[in-house]
């Protein structure tokens, strides 16, 4: 299993940690922003595979920005 962190762009957490077996993501822990709106996104993509991942949250948006930590967490399964 290979742990990976991710520093994120342009949003309100820092840092997203996460676990990957083969494929599947485990252990997801986002750094700072919304918490219980982190802890839901990590629950619910919990041993899906990067792809899975991407292909739901990949183009996200938070308010006038770009992107949002959800985004950001499709683009650190796939990095």
């Given at each position: 299993?290979?742990?990976?962190?991710?520093?994120?762009?342009?949003t309100?957490?820092?840092?997203?940690?996460?676990?990957?077996?083969?494929?599947?993501?485990?252990?997801?822990?986002?750094?700072?922003?919304?918490?219980?709106?982190?802890?839901?996104?990590?629950?619910?993509?919990?041993?899906?595979?990067?792809?899975?991942?991407?292909?739901?949250?990949?183009?996200?948006?938070?308010?006038?920005?770009?992107?949002?930590?959800?985004?950001?967490?499709?683009?650190?399964?796939?990095?």
């Open positions: 299993m290979e742990k990976i962190s991710y520093t994120t762009k342009g309100c957490a820092t840092k997203i940690e996460f676990e990957k077996d083969g494929d599947i993501i485990r252990n997801i822990k986002f750094t700072g922003g919304c918490n219980g709106n982190l802890k839901a996104i990590a629950k619910l993509c919990e041993g899906m595979t990067a792809q899975e991942i991407s292909s739901k949250l990949k183009g996200n948006t938070c308010g006038a920005k770009s992107t949002s930590c959800a985004d950001q967490l499709a683009k650190a399964v796939m990095s």
